[in-house]
């Protein structure tokens, strides 16, 4: 079974309402299965029989139940551990982030660049081949990085990749030619590929329900934090004028080995992973560890073994093929979609933010300065946005955000055009691309990964999830190697008239993204697959009634 079945909330499956509005036998049969389950996997029951369903049906109607901060009480070590596995993903976002903002260190460009009108540059061409390792490492890391977290689990999956990461570093700490560089940051960036599946992954194993949907959303803040670390990093050290200035940025990455390698051993395993491995007591132990003494783990344990044997039943058979089939497609479509439009909108500025910045007209101190501010920015409006989602509605979150983020490229752009270019509109420029990804973080950014997990299919979803996000970095690739030659001023020289292609870019996702995303707030994972299966126009998902008990009975 693929590793990202469980991501986004997996109890909603065993509550007797059938994935098909017309099959309400199937339901009984899955009632059956489930029971077979707990008996087969041996996993701990009462009495048996009846009491044996209705103890998981009361399990799992409390963790319905639970409010965000009873859960965090219950389960503060599993939010800890949660939180220390995602360094990875703060990892596989500071790489790019000094790659990017070396380009704007005057060290860096003395020492591999070449001399164009008394500055030096470092060309087009190497700038997107040292770029290009984050987005393909998405693409493999999303595509296969499920096989080793399923042959040895989540937690030595993570480990090897650490070493792996720790290992590549040297390369990149060494390197004095933009050739050894490039080879550092291409495999370097296979491996941290695989952290942006591995930290959600084991995060949505480990939590409760009602923590999910924020840790979803975390995925987003924990980009952001790498991509502030990175800049706060090089502006500290680009005005060093030695090695240094660059060797400093690549040699902290070792700071995060070296604060994982000593907790490694002692995280918990995840209790799925283990439990469907037949170890049922390490299993028990593994939620002692991550729970609190209130927490009744056997009750727990045995609904991870009803819902794994649900899951798998659900997902036997299922291909990447069938993620475009029937109303899947759909629902890939969605999934694909409101991913790619992150890229299209903008986003991979701001691994070029500084030296955007510093092209637009600031002094390199004043442009790597605004590079931590512009970051800052948006782990701020990432956390705001937490109250938005349990605020508001996942569509209008999304799409009023996107409005927000053409008609802001659309004025610097504007901006831009200005006649003899005043002396003021380099900076503000930088203020509303600073403005910019504050309205990025609150709105698509961290509501992009709550549909995503919220439209995808459940016998499919860890399929879906994987090919949206291939398939956003793939338009990644294009856009690093788009992005090195619209601002660089050896070629095209584009600044801020940047906003204009992002903003008609942004266009075509907004009038997408009005007539395809549905409102998924509120809604079990049954009832969206019903809503699915019936084919409902997306503007009418938030209005339509399901009657969820006429369907099952």
């Not at 975390?218 to 502006?235: E, K, M, P, S």
């Not at 439009?341 to 605004?370: C, H, K, R, W």
Request: aromatic share 12%; net charge negative; glycine share 10%.
């Amino acid at each position: 079974m693929d590793t990202r079945s469980h991501c986004y909330g997996t109890f909603a499956n065993i509550s007797g309402v059938s994935s098909n509005s017309t099959d309400a036998s199937r339901v009984t049969h899955l009632d059956r299965t489930a029971t077979m389950a707990t008996r087969d996997d041996e996993a701990p029951t009462k009495t048996g029989g009846r009491d044996t369903d209705v103890a998981l049906a009361e399990a799992i109607e409390h963790e319905r139940e639970l409010s965000f901060w009873q859960a965090a009480k219950l389960y503060p070590k599993a939010v800890g551990w949660s939180a220390f596995v995602s360094i990875g993903v703060i990892m596989l976002a500071f790489d790019p982030q000094i790659i990017g903002n070396m380009f704007a260190m005057p060290q860096f460009q003395r020492d591999f660049g070449f001399e164009l009108d008394g500055e030096y540059v470092i060309p087009a061409s190497w700038q997107t081949g040292l770029s290009m390792g984050n987005p393909i490492g998405q693409v493999v890391g999303a595509l296969f990085s499920a096989y080793p977290m399923e042959l040895f689990g989540r937690k030595w999956t993570f480990f090897g990749c650490i070493i792996l990461t720790a290992g590549l570093v040297f390369i990149q700490f060494f390197a004095r030619s933009l050739q050894v560089l490039l080879v550092g940051e291409l495999l370097g960036g296979l491996v941290l590929g695989c952290y942006v599946v591995i930290g959600p992954t084991y995060a949505s194993e480990v939590c409760p329900m009602a923590l999910r949907g924020f840790l979803t959303s975390y995925t987003n803040l924990c980009f952001v934090t790498g991509q502030l670390l990175g800049n706060g990093v090089t502006a500290g050290t680009s005005i060093l004028e030695t090695h240094w200035a660059y060797s400093i940025p690549f040699a902290m990455q070792w700071f995060w080995v070296a604060v994982i390698i000593p907790g490694i051993f002692f995280i918990p395993e995840s209790p799925w992973w283990l439990l469907r491995k037949g170890r049922t007591e390490e299993a028990r132990d593994a939620l002692r560890r991550l729970a609190s003494a209130k927490v009744d783990v056997d009750a727990t344990l045995a609904v991870i073994a009803e819902t794994d044997r649900l899951e798998l039943e659900m997902e036997a058979g299922s291909t990447y093929m069938d993620t475009i089939k029937g109303v899947n497609l759909r629902r890939t479509e969605i999934s694909t979609g409101v991913y790619t439009t992150q890229v299209l909108s903008g986003v991979y500025l701001i691994n070029y933010g500084t030296y955007f910045f510093e092209q637009a007209g600031l002094p390199t101190g004043d442009a790597f300065n605004m590079g931590i501010g512009f970051l800052a920015v948006g782990w701020v409006g990432t956390v705001i946005s937490w109250f938005f989602i349990a605020r508001f509605g996942r569509r209008r979150i999304f799409n009023i955000g996107l409005l927000v983020l053409i008609i802001l490229m659309f004025i610097i752009g504007i901006l831009d055009s200005i006649p003899g270019r005043p002396s003021g509109v380099a900076w503000a420029e930088s203020a509303l691309m600073l403005i910019w990804n504050g309205a990025y973080d609150l709105t698509v950014g961290p509501i992009t990964f709550v549909i995503l997990g919220e439209c995808s299919a459940t016998r499919v979803r860890s399929k879906t999830i994987a090919v949206a996000t291939a398939v956003q970095a793939v338009f990644g690739i294009a856009m690093t190697v788009a992005i090195p030659y619209m601002i660089n001023p050896a070629e095209a020289n584009m600044q801020g008239k940047l906003g204009y292609f992002y903003g008609g870019l942004g266009v075509l996702c907004l009038i997408w993204g009005y007539f395809r995303i549905p409102e998924t707030k509120g809604r079990t994972y049954e009832e969206l697959d019903i809503l699915f299966e019936r084919r409902i126009p997306a503007r009418q998902f938030k209005g339509y009634q399901v009657d969820v008990a006429a369907i099952s009975g």
